[in-house]
């Protein structure tokens, strides 16, 4: 199976550019707009949230920490003060119930870069590249931790990209962020989806939270999937889909796989609306519609 | 899949074989990730002399397993005293440091740099910005000292916060001019913060006194060591009775004889 070049062209044709990137739009706000609440500080003097990703204060009231941070931490032998705790149970306790994941499609700075290199990758007609395991990211973050607690440092803050973002936005241009360009050559040229996909020892943490994860993508329209293929295209973890779109009866639509960081690109590419984003215990399915066949006949051409 | 099964007996099943190989590949890679980010890890870990912690930090090594380098001590230091490094700065990429002979630490009384960090790598128990120990000053430069020359500079002097504790300035006899004094600035470990007021202070163009780390300036004697003036006031008597006292050393040094007449 050849990927499509350029998934979502027939949604736009169909729907308008809004609403066949609606979603898009909405994380890509939402990843400027989480940056800019710890940008206004530094910039403009208005601070709202201090520190950064990896610890903040907001409003001198909200501690919040990164979990995977304090983890390494506890590893190293650090038995972190209350505010740090504090804060990293908020987070883990909000990311538990909206899902993990959520943080790679709709705050971490480095998904706009490796988006951007797949679409690239698409348009070049790359292919796949080299076909690393999905659950390599587990090994990279057991390995983080087994570095961390070996030398009894902080150790994936070395080379932290999410971090190194931040701080070069908040606190002043760094070397550091040659690992982004880094990352952005390797999804581009080496493995699709290669680091967020398969190696990212963050995503990897944040997909752990994710098996409860309240926020989920539905296929309940899986009844008009045409087969057009534009989903799986554009979906950075390409095999979470199949099992909620191809299921037959009354088999669950809702994408369980943890590996789903609720991105909603197919909800956006999709030209027959099948997906929507709704809860994980909703098992809704849209009727089959009768097959009207102009409708499609018409679609098929555009295509 | 029954011809697999029965393959499984002889011991060649393809699809165990794919998952024993599989697993080979994560184990071997893991490895990998370990000795590289442990290497990272192990090469990060020391911090140059020129560069100073916030008060409050912990031991270097118990610092790099506690700082998430967040920069919240950076955003609440009312002095933009401390940065946080970058490649090729010297401490570990992200953490807090100063370097005093740019902006010193100004030893504010309530400590906000402390108070902010969320994970104690700054320790919470430092409530006394005195009992700081950020480093150590030491008059490395004792040959280009204003004061050293029988001047009278005394600039690091004053500027100390805590003059007359951490930094004195002890008169002794000025053998050049044989009839001035020589105002020798003398720090006091019992009580210098390592705040670098001094240092960042001094007139020189290269500084002649600065901050470095405690174990780097202080020196340490061997635990097993006994002072016998301080062992005999303690027993009351002469602990080995009836030492000869030998004469001293001759000749003397010639820096000693050529003591102008
Ligand atoms: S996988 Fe890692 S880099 Fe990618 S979006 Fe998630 S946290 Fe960010
Ligand atoms: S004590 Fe005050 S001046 Fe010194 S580093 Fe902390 S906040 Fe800055
Ligand atoms: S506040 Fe604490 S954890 Fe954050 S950068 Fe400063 S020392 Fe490190
Ligand atoms: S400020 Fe410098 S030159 Fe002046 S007394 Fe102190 S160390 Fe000497």
């Known amino acids: 199976m050849s990927t499509k070049r350029n998934p979502g062209v027939e949604a736009r044709e169909v729907h308008g550019f809004f609403v066949a990137n609606w979603w898009l739009i909405l994380r890509r706000l939402s990843q400027l707009g989480i940056l800019m609440l710890f940008a206004v500080g530094p910039l403009l003097g208005v601070w709202i949230v201090k520190g950064t990703l990896a610890s903040s204060m907001t409003f001198g009231v909200l501690p919040l920490t990164d979990p995977l941070m304090l983890l390494q931490s506890l590893v190293a032998r650090h038995m972190p003060e209350m505010l740090g705790l504090v804060g990293a149970a908020i987070v883990l306790g909000f990311y538990l119930m909206i899902g993990g994941r959520v943080y790679c499609s709709w705050v971490c700075p480095i998904n706009p870069v490796t988006d951007l290199a797949a679409w690239a990758r698409r348009r070049l007609d790359i292919g796949k590249g080299w076909a690393l395991k999905s659950q390599s990211r587990y090994w990279v973050l057991g390995g983080v931790l087994a570095a961390s607690a070996l030398t009894g440092t902080i150790v994936f803050e070395l080379i932290n990209p999410i971090t190194m973002v931040y701080r070069s936005v908040l606190f002043g241009l760094s070397w550091g962020l040659s690992l982004v360009i880094i990352i952005f050559l390797f999804d581009l040229f080496v493995a699709r989806d290669g680091w967020c996909g398969h190696i990212c020892p963050v995503g990897a943490f944040y997909g752990l939270l994710n098996s409860s994860a309240l926020v989920r993508v539905s296929a309940r329209g899986r009844s008009r999937c045409d087969e057009c293929m534009d989903c799986y295209a554009v979906c950075p973890e390409m095999h979470v889909i199949a099992p909620a779109l191809k299921a037959q009866g009354e088999a669950t639509p809702i994408i369980l796989n943890r590996d789903c960081t609720a991105c909603g690109r197919c909800i956006d590419v999709c030209p027959e609306r099948v997906f929507s984003f709704t809860h994980r215990f909703d098992q809704r399915l849209d009727e089959p519609s009768p097959p009207s066949g102009a409708d499609h006949v018409q679609l098929k051409e555009v295509a | ?261």
């Open chain 2, 1 to 261: 899949m029954a011809n697999s099964e029965k393959k499984g007996g002889s011991g060649f099943d393809p699809k165990r074989r794919r998952a024993l190989k599989d697993m080979a590949t994560y184990c071997v890679g893991a490895t990998a990730i370990t000795a590289f980010l442990a290497g990272l890890g192990g090469l990060s870990r020391s911090l140059p002399a020129a560069t100073l912690r916030p008060p409050g930090a912990l031991p270097e090594r118990e610092f790099q397993s506690a700082c998430v380098r967040c920069g919240l001590c950076v955003r609440d230091c009312p002095y933009n005293t401390l940065k946080l490094a970058e490649v090729g700065d010297g401490p570990a990429i992200g953490t807090p440091y100063f370097i005093a002979r740019s902006v010193p630490c100004e030893m504010c009384d309530n400590i906000p740099c402390v108070k902010a960090c969320p994970t104690g790598a700054l320790d919470h128990s430092l409530v006394k910005i005195d009992k700081a120990r950020m480093g150590q000053a030491v008059l490395t430069g004792r040959e280009t000292c204003l004061n050293m020359q029988g001047l009278r500079c005394d600039v690091c002097y004053r500027v100390c916060p805590l003059i007359d504790k951490a930094i004195t300035l002890q008169m002794t006899h000025n053998a050049r001019t044989s009839k001035h004094a020589i105002f020798e600035p003398v720090v006091h470990a019992d009580a210098c913060t390592g705040c670098g007021k001094c240092e960042k202070a001094c007139v020189l163009d290269e500084t002649a006194i600065r901050v470095l780390p405690i174990a780097l300036a202080h020196g340490e004697q061997d635990k097993h060591y006994r002072r016998g003036w301080e062992e005999k006031n303690k027993a009351g008597k002469e602990l080995v009775p009836g030492v000869i006292d030998l004469p001293d050393r001759m000749p003397a040094p010639p820096s000693l004889s050529k003591v102008p007449q």
